[in-house]
């Protein structure tokens, strides 16, 4: 909080300084009453004695810039310094999520209800953000469809993948034509471009040369409207990246992922380094029912289902149950220390989100597992499991 008023000094100390330090005093204050501020302001009725978040989605990670604990009206002000190009911000109570953009100086208002606020919100002072709700909403349908796709039994795991990567070739499309192309120095087209499905990103520009093409669009128009802005850089340096790995694996393409990875059975292997420093693969693990578990140490819900699994574990490790668990963390010795007491195979994959393996195994939320016959014949996913247990008895 800047103070924009000089509070009169004592006499006896005031005599003290010189005039040219005051004066300095004097125009730094100055400045800092004039500094350019946005505000965000409101309301979020249903949430009285709930604590409103306001967070910065910076470039490394969220920040915390503020927060509130809401009254009986749920009103609410938050304000920050404005940047010269768009910036990307959140209100957040637990889970439920607004985000919203901002451009330069100006006053948005957003009016929502807790516990609806992530869908059904009111928001006024810049129209990125009604375009960026759109996109919110699109998002949550896609997610509702490839879940409902997921939790139907009557698709085998083929039909599903094929289903599913269907609706987001789709979606991609769609976002493309109607908004990044279309509108590519927009900040919500700069939003569209890191939307997910689950924790996966939807645009994969490390190595698809279309969604390259996307970046690389909205970089050369933030070029022109935000010249220097870090998130143009960003862009471009993504892009560029996103290049030399398919030139790379165009010079390579007798070496793909897929036929280095898929044995005769049908299972994709994920041979990587344990927490002991250890190379493991589940192919030296034919003769166990091997539940393969995607997971992220970090994330909420993490400890309650590792007790879970460790139930699973006691009850039928000795008949010949595996877990082969694939940790997605970004901190290792995080990881190292989470799973130092756990008993079953605990491998991390520095890739993180943008490991391959989920791409291989189409893997569309975090946590996620799958089931393995013995013989490294892959079986089931969770979606299609209702009672896991019972399934892993079946394959005992």
């Not at 953009?101 to 002072?125: F, H, L, R, W």
């Not at 390259?212 to 892009?239: C, M, Q």
């Amino acid at each position: 909080m800047y103070i924009c008023t000089l509070k009169k000094l004592d006499s006896m100390k005031k005599s003290n300084i010189s005039k040219i330090i005051l004066g300095a005093l004097a125009l730094m204050t100055a400045a800092s009453c004039t500094e350019k501020k946005f505000h965000v302001e409101g309301s979020i009725t249903e949430a009285k004695d709930s604590v409103l978040y306001f967070e910065n989605i910076g470039l490394e990670g969220i920040e915390k810039l503020d927060s509130t604990k809401l009254g009986e009206s749920g009103a609410f002000s938050f304000s920050g310094e404005a940047k010269g190009a768009p910036e990307f911000y959140r209100l957040r109570i637990d889970d439920q999520i607004i985000s919203l953009a901002v451009d330069s100086t100006e006053t948005i208002t957003v009016k929502a209800s807790y516990p609806t606020m992530v869908s059904e919100y009111e928001i006024e002072g810049n129209d990125n953000n009604k375009t960026i709700k759109e996109l919110v909403l699109k998002q949550m349908d896609l997610t509702k469809r490839a879940m409902a796709v997921q939790q139907d039994e009557t698709m085998d795991i083929d039909a599903t993948n094929d289903s599913i990567l269907n609706m987001i070739a789709s979606y991609k499309e769609y976002l493309k034509k109607n908004y990044i192309f279309k509108e590519p120095h927009k900040a919500s087209s700069y939003f569209a471009l890191f939307q997910t499905l689950g924790n996966m990103l939807i645009f994969n520009p490390k190595s698809n040369t279309d969604d390259i093409k996307a970046f690389a669009a909205v970089a050369t128009s933030w070029d022109t409207f935000y010249p220097g802005s870090l998130r143009g850089e960003n862009l471009h340096n993504i892009a560029i990246e996103g290049l030399k790995n398919t030139r790379v694996a165009r010079g390579n393409s007798g070496k793909t992922i897929e036929a280095d990875k898929v044995e005769v059975s049908g299972i994709i292997d994920v041979p990587l380094t344990d927490n002991h420093g250890k190379e493991r693969s589940m192919k030296e693990l034919k003769d166990k029912v091997i539940l393969l578990d995607f997971h992220v140490f970090a994330s909420s819900g993490s400890t309650e289902r590792i007790m879970a699994l460790r139930d699973l574990y006691n009850k039928y490790h000795a008949q010949g149950l595996e877990i082969y668990q694939v940790s997605l963390d970004s901190d290792e010795h995080f990881w190292k220390t989470q799973t130092a007491a756990l008993p079953w195979i605990c491998v991390r994959d520095a890739d993180g989100a943008n490991s391959r393996f989920l791409t291989l195994y189409n893997v569309q939320s975090i946590p996620t597992f799958f089931l393995i016959k013995r013989g490294n014949e892959l079986y089931k996913r969770d979606a299609q499991m209702s009672d896991v247990e019972k399934e892993i008895k079946s394959l005992l």
